[in-house]
């Protein structure tokens, strides 16, 4: 754990250059549009520790795998997302030293993430040899306005001398993943151009075929200037450039701009995609650096305004949870039901950008309450991958779907058997997120058209994947992973199991509703997925005769079979230089031990609040929680909601704050490979489903919220069947804006209330 930052309400401040933690810098400081992103590494370069980072959303090259031992049915490659032209480098040299923050003596150093306004500023004076002294001001922004675009730019002013400055603003295709696993070179040059206009480079990925265009225009712009045109251009194979030399007196400043434009094959024809990329390029230079920020700036504060959430009273607490509203806001934005949201989104190569049930179990929740038609786009990208989930249970010999645990395109790319094979329950979160979108929506137009095919052949995976036990009469799932990796090819995980019987039940239900809300749907539906009589019996009664493990004696489910015959502990007793666990201990000690990564038990009792009583939610987490290590950044948001729901709102403010500030306090000490986006999502539900207590019961909104001590205030917006509201919630009182749609009747602190159109209802504790 590290603390960088200084406290503020809309910034991320750092203060004097962190050399030893500039990869963990570099994740914090990343930056994204939904269409693109970049790490916070440096324009100038960085000869020290660093690992740059310049994505493109859908852009990914099939790696060949590299596997110790082959198993059938692994995938024969890992889709990563690639490291694709770097366009934000611009060469710099005072008096013929190349600036390099590795090597150079620096004072002053001041680095800012705007939150609010989606800019990153880095700011220091240069100390030269013989006590020259120049001052340096890099500003960017990825234009939320134009997905295509994005401006650097530099400033730069000699203090007490006169400098010979050059500068080459640059594009270079010429970038390596450095998680490649055979060192290969992922991009190939298609195209290029420079002129005194403009310098565009096309890169084309091998295998996939992507195309990238990325063309840049760069000036001298300000007062000052005694050239404003490059003088000479510079080209390689994969590299285009200009180059500025100056002569400038000391105080006198130079401001260069440049303006970016990023266009891939995805969007448009790959042989109009260097004209479409020029065509975008010369409007954005048409309304010019300052223009392109306020259409920016403008954007930004109406998503600001639909997704903040705002706490008074606790600086670190606000800071950290914009700072997870920011960046989930910049790295998918709904608008291409192609895209899904990867663990790290724009901010490192690790996992690969691909989607994992995280989307589903744990990001939802946001994009459900703030903005549902992205929910739904979200469920879209599982319909339109169904066939390849169908191939991928095929591949295995089972019946039905089994969506990946890790993907790009529908195929599955990862190759760990023990989660490859073995971590089924994620399609028990496809099904669930379905259903969380019909329940708290009350639209049931995706579950109808799109979302019972999924489930009819979720449906047959568990099927196909149970055993029958005929001495216990139960049917089993063995050979299995919970969310819980510390425990591998364990039979009957209490929350697989469950996950399983519940899909069985829920798609039985849906089919039933459909049968009478809809006959001629259910008759298409009946022709096209051929479901009898008999298959839906069968599910029935594995629905009714899962195995589920229990405890009898503590009155709680049993993690797995057998888990009660290791020897419990609570992680209190571990000696704190053994934490985490998976850096300092042996992978078979932690699968013997009882220690669990993330919750998995408790996950369960978090999907289904109304299936067990308060009683029972306490005693599982009393006897889980001290053994759960949160070794996983998806961990402490769950435990969290589950604590606040049982009244142990210490708790929950503890685990609130270590899933909030795990990336900006490196609490995993793992955010140098990127930050955890997905678990950002869950900082903002045990907010929402935490401390707020918003749960949809029997078709009726429910806010049951308790605020820690600290906090005078929460306020947040969110939108429920057709309406806009707004809460404002303090220690005795609950203030609910009703902003549009018709009047609402809910229950606030159990009790009966309504809120009417256009008007705002005050609710007190205990009235
Ligand atoms: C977690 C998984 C998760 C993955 C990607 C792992 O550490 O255990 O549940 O899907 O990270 O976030």
Redesign the pocket.
Known sequence: MIQLFKSDEWRIIEEGFNRQNNRFTESIFSLGNGHMGLRGFFEEGYSGDSLPGTYMAGIYYPDKTRVGWWKNGYPEFFAKVLNATNWIGVKIRINGEPLDLAKNQIRDFYRELDLKQGRLLRSFVLMGPGGQETRFEFTRFLSMAREQVAVINLRIKPLNHEAEISLTPYLDGGVVNQDANYDEVFWEVKAKEISPAAAWLTMETKKTGFWLTTAFASQLVGEEVVSKRPEETSVTEKFLGYHYSLKVAAGQEVNLEKIVVACTSRDFEAEELAAVTLKKLTEAQQQGGPRLFAEHQQAMAKLWESSDIIISGDVEAQQALRYNIFQLNQTYSGRDPRLNIG?KGFTGEK?GGST???TE??CFPFYLYTKPEVAKNLLYYRYLHLERAKENAAKLGLKGALYP??TMDGQECHNEWEITFE?IH?NGAIAYAIYNYTNYTGDTSYLKEYGIEVLVELSRFWESRVSYNPRKGKYMILGVTG???YENNVNNNWYTNLMAAWTLEYTLASIKSITTDDPQRYQELQSKLKFTEKELAKWQDINQRIYYPYVSELEVFEQQDLFMDKELQPVTELAAEDLPLNKHWSWDRILRSCFI??ADVLQGIYFFPERFSPKEVTRNFDFYEPMTVH????SPSIYSIVASRIGYHEKAYELYLRTARLDLDNYNDDTDDGI?L??MAGTWAAIVQGFAGVLVREETLHLDPYLPPNWKELCFQFVFRGRHLKVAINHDEVAIEQLSGAALELVVWNKKRQVSTASKAHFTRGN
């Open positions: 663990p996992y994992y049930w995280d179990a744990f645990m890790v971590e994620r969310p819980n990796e990564k993330q070794e996983s950044s998806l955890h997905t678990s």
